[in-house]
């Protein structure tokens, strides 16, 4: 009995808690205003400090020996001769270090700020676009052990993202980008054109200095922005990228160079799909439409030495490409300009921000900056959707996020070390003993248009000697049965026009909604294991042809294109990897067969019969290495709470204090205080799941073989 009601305080406590940490202040919002290159600079050397495991930092001068344009007198903030170009990659180097196996098959992304110095919403977009990640990431990572600071920082840092208006999902999916992509920045690619405020670097346009459909070698790679692009390009196999200017309001594709006047290119198709995307996610607002989306040549107007057609076909288009021989700055290497096959065949889309080239008004503020239909919505906001979009379409995925009733407390967590040891650690529930079937839900993002969706499992000893990886797609479903799908098989994304397909329920994810079940082989035995994938086939229709005339005649060439629709498409550059596939996976979820009956949680009237692995407590590298021997590790398990159902009773306990407001006043705080004491004070705080009498159980899990 005693039991009974210092659980309905506790979670009347948790419920008045929970409603707390939803209210939004408004002190907490940022209007947005442009930054100036030494901002910009300050802002780059803190985070290198603050965000060493997310945050590279390098310049051209420093990484590739360019020369600085500009004299003495410019950018005086850093005490080098003329302007250095810097050069921001986020990545999660701890999963993925430099040189692994992984690092070198993260999907890659490339935001320019500007080439036009003085087309200005881009540098400050990508910079908050940045902030955001890192913020989201690093706070994601969070608690990794149980030490107290550690979990306080964690309830802080995730109160500060909800009081700007990031949810609990927006946040994951932050992340989740910044630990499965390489994202990799320049937010002054113009570095002196944007100090001067002027459109060109010295009197070149840089715009116009990329080698594609030139006429004189002597007219490319002139600049020193130019050469940076070119120099990180060639160090990468990207597939989406942004190029912001301003002048019009436009998000533009190929074709842009006048020898394809006239018509589209073989990737129309997915180019349609993905400028879309960016069109409606950016949205608009009293001031400003939605951007327009098409073709350069139908939209902006022609220009040879672009950018964007440069990175699109410069691998595979070799009749348009001139090996430059620049004279200024003492030459550049003509081989610089010969690239092979792999490296530019990238979506490098035109973001024209704005009419005006610096907008005084309606840059928009931080308040709920993700969803597009905020009040705060304005030039910087939208493009730095626009920025975080193209780090997510880059690649599919799948994520996992409902067992049974259980809301998996994590989705990517940031900073693990890879193999199967973590990812099994964060990817177990413990299903009751009785359970006979399980049912699941995920999401599939990275992509517009879901073609089919499937779950897939099998006896963890009948697939025995695979490789089951986190951070690997397994090779074939050999041995793997498929589950049901209850409910649609195919959708749409949260990007697309009409929105995510099947439609989110509150309190999910924001994107299609999928779910499925397995049944409980008969065979097995408390705690025998199960492993399942869920895979996804997306944007099959980005292989097709254009329907209208498009040139040259023949079939997508684009990574991101042929990643995703076909299976043969492999491509490898300087280190990295690209690998088409038609299928995605989740990463793969354990479920054990518990020791217990479904009896836990019956007394608050609920049925729970699914436990959580929680990968939080354990000793995962945070950079130093080592792992815990594992007589030291405990297994901690998590009981899950229907959040709806505290709400329910949290209201109606309060409902009752009313009644007999002395009983609140006079005892309800003394109250409610040892009884969150009661555990370990701190852990459930971060998590809306508080512990159950089971929380301290010890499990072994068995032995992996
Ligand atoms: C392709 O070119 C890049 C430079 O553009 C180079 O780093 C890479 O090694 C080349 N890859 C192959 C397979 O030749
Ligand atoms: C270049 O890559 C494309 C697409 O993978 C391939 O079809 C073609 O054969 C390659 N060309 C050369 C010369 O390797
Ligand atoms: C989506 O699935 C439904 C059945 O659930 C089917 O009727 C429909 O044709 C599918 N749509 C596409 C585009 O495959
Ligand atoms: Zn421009």
Not at 218 to 237: K, P, S
Not at 436 to 458: F, H, K, L, P
Request: include cysteine; aromatic fraction near 10%.
């Amino acid at each position: 009995m005693i039991n009974t009601i210092v659980r309905i305080l506790f979670m009347a406590y948790m419920a008045h808690a929970s409603i707390d940490r939803e209210t939004v202040s408004t002190d907490d919002y940022e209007s947005y205003s442009i930054w100036t290159s030494e901002e910009i600079k300050v802002k780059l050397d803190k985070w290198k400090d603050v965000y060493p495991d997310f945050f590279h930092m390098t310049s051209a001068q420093e990484k590739y020996g360019l020369p600085a344009a500009g004299s003495d007198a410019d950018c005086p903030f850093h005490d080098v001769t003329g302007c250095h170009n810097f050069i921001i990659t986020i990545q999660d180097f701890i999963t993925h270090p430099e040189g692994s196996y992984t690092s070198a098959r993260l999907p890659e992304v490339y935001w320019s700020g500007c080439l036009h110095g003085n087309e200005r919403v881009g540098p400050t977009s990508v910079m908050h676009a940045a902030s955001l990640l890192l913020q989201a990431a690093s706070c994601e990572a969070l608690p990794r052990t149980k030490d107290k600071d550690e979990i306080a920082a964690a309830r802080k840092c995730r109160h500060e993202l909800e009081k700007k208006g990031i949810s609990e999902h927006q946040r994951k999916w932050l992340a989740r980008l910044v630990s499965t992509r390489r994202i990799v920045m320049t937010p002054t690619t113009n570095a002196l054109g944007y100090y001067k405020n002027k459109r060109e670097e010295g009197r070149i346009d840089p715009n116009r200095d990329f080698p594609y459909d030139v006429k004189d070698p002597e007219d490319c790679m002139q600049t020193i922005a130019g050469r940076t692009v070119n120099e990180i390009y060639r160090e990468h196999l990207f597939q989406l990228s942004l190029t912001f200017h301003a002048g019009t309001e436009v998000v533009g594709y190929e074709w842009g160079a006048p020898h394809w006047l006239g018509k589209l290119s073989p990737d129309d198709v997915a180019q349609v799909s993905v400028g879309s995307a960016y069109s409606n996610y950016g949205g608009g607002w009293s001031a400003s439409k939605a951007y327009a989306y098409g073709t350069m040549n139908d939209l902006v107007y022609y220009v040879r030495g672009g950018m964007e057609d440069w990175a699109y076909a410069g691998s595979w288009d070799p009749d348009r490409v001139v090996q430059c021989e620049p004279t200024s700055f003492d030459g550049y290497p003509k081989e610089k300009t010969r690239y092979n096959n792999s490296t530019l065949r990238i979506f490098n889309m035109l973001i024209e921000t704005s009419d005006d080239k610096e907008p005084k008004l309606h840059l928009g503020n931080s308040v709920d900056v993700l969803n597009k239909d905020t009040k705060g919505n304005g030039h910087i906001s939208r493009n730095i959707r626009l920025a975080l979009l193209a780090a997510e379409l880059v690649e599919p995925y799948v994520s996992v996020f409902k067992v049974n009733e259980l809301r998996l407390s994590d989705d990517v967590v940031p900073l693990l070390t890879a193999g199967e040891e973590s990812c099994r650690k964060g990817n177990t529930v413990m299903v009751a003993k009785n359970t006979q079937q399980v049912d699941i839900s995920w999401t599939v993002g990275g992509s517009m248009t879901i073609d089919n969706t499937e779950v897939w499992y099998a006896k963890l000893d009948d697939v025995e000697g695979r490789d089951l990886d986190c951070l690997k797609h397994p090779s074939d479903m050999a041995g793997f049965v498929k589950g049901e799908i209850i409910g649609g098989t195919n959708g749409t994304s949260a990007f697309s026009s009409n929105g995510a397909f099947p439609t989110p329920k509150v309190d999910e994810p924001d994107g299609p909604i999928f779910t499925g079940r397995i049944s409980i082989p008969s065979s097995t035995k408390p705690l025998d294991q199960i492993v399942i994938y869920v895979s996804a086939r997306v944007d099959q229709d980005w292989k097709n042809a254009p329907s209208e005339t498009y040139a040259p005649l023949v079939g997508p060439q684009s990574h991101i294109a042929n990643v995703r629709t076909n299976p043969d498409w492999h491509h490898e550059s300087a280190g990295k990897f690209v690998d088409g596939r038609l299928d995605w996976f989740s990463r793969p979820l354990y479920v054990i067969l518990g020791d217990f009956e479904d009896a836990i949680g019956t007394q608050s009237g609920h049925t729970v019969g699914t436990l959580e692995h929680n990968v939080r407590f354990e000793n995962h590298n945070a950079g130093q290495g080592g792992v815990l021997p594992k007589s030291a590790r405990k297994e901690r398990m998590w009981f899950p709470v229907d959040m709806t159902f505290l709400l329910l009773l949290g209201a109606l306990v309060l409902a009752l204090c009313l009644f007999c407001a002395c009983l609140c006043r006079s005892d309800g705080s003394e109250k409610f205080a040892p009884v969150v004491q009661m555990d370990d004070e701190d852990d459930y705080a971060f998590d809306s799941a508080p512990f159950s009498d089971r929380a301290d159980t010890e499990l072994e899990l068995r032995p992996m073989s």
